[in-house]
Nanobody, 124 residues
Framework: QVQLVESGGGSVQAGGSLRLSCAAS????????MSWFRQTPGKEREGVAM??????RYADSVKGRFTISRDNDKNTLYLQMNSLKPEDTAIYYC???????????????????WGQGTQVTVSS
């Protein structure tokens, strides 16, 4: 059973930076597709960034500001967030698919593994 644990959230002023981490464990075969989602109260969970061995993909709202990466030796996924805006405030979730490459786009239902989330708060 894949386990995902996020860390690195916190409070920052607009224009600042944060780096989120997601430590993965408990798998036999490393998940090929990993992603970051975020959610605010009353809204649906939305995709922020995803990657597999063939591609990286970003939501339009974060392109040029966020960077997703993974360190396979450390079994860790990262999200570097720069030039943060108040509208980036959300709970950020790490998610994984067991496939070699990402399928289903940003569809939440295609991700079988989720972390518990980490809060990011950006003040103006």
């Amino acid at each position: 059973q894949v386990q995902l644990v996020e860390s690195g959230g916190g409070s920052v002023q607009a224009g600042g930076s944060l780096r989120l981490s997601c430590a993965a464990s408990g798998y036999t075969y490393r998940p090929g597709c990993m992603s970051w989602f975020r959610q605010t109260p009353g809204k649906e969970r939305e995709g922020v960034a995803m990657l597999d061995r063939y591609m990286t993909r970003y939501a339009d709202s974060v392109k040029g500001r966020f960077t997703i990466s993974r360190d396979n030796d450390k079994n860790t996924l990262y999200l570097q967030m720069n030039s943060l805006k108040p509208e980036d405030t959300a709970i950020y979730y790490c998610a994984a698919q067991a496939y070699v490459y990402c399928v289903g786009g940003w569809s939440v239902g295609t991700f079988g593994y989720w972390g518990q989330g980490t809060q990011v708060t950006v003040s103006s």
